[in-house]
Nanobody, 115 residues
Framework: QVQVVESGGGLVQPGGSLRLSCAAS????????MGWYRQAPGTQRELVAA???????NYADSVKGRFTISRDNAKNTVYLQMISLKPEDTAVYYC?????????WGQGTQVTVSS
């Protein structure tokens, strides 16, 4: 079983920045594809950004140029740097670790963008 724990959420003003962190357990972290998803009230969970074991990344169109996903395999951690935040970025952000057919989710961290 892989444990996934997110941190770094909070309240930020429009135009501000936040960095989310996600720590995943296990000795095979470097082989995981790691993803950040978000879910706002009344909406479906959506992919925000993902990074493969090889370092390839992809982003939702709505966050391209504003969010950056990165990973530190030595720390078993993936990050989501968010800048130029907008009210519509408000959601619970979830981290996902995927390896072969297995997928593990964290409990989520709330990000609220409001003045």
């Amino acid at each position: 079983q892989v444990q996934v724990v997110e941190s770094g959420g909070g309240l930020v003003q429009p135009g501000g920045s936040l960095r989310l962190s996600c720590a995943a357990s296990g000795s095979r972290f470097s082989a995981y594809t790691m993803g950040w998803y978000r879910q706002a009230p009344g909406t479906q969970r959506e992919l925000v950004a993902a990074i493969t074991s090889g370092g390839s990344t992809n982003y939702a169109d709505s966050v391209k140029g504003r969010f950056t996903i990165s990973r530190d395999n030595a720390k078993n951690t993936v990050y989501l740097q968010m800048i130029s935040l907008k009210p519509e970025d408000t959601a619970v952000y979830y981290c996902n670790a995927a390896f072969t057919i297995r997928s593990y989710w964290g409990q989520g961290t709330q990000v609220t963008v409001s003045s």
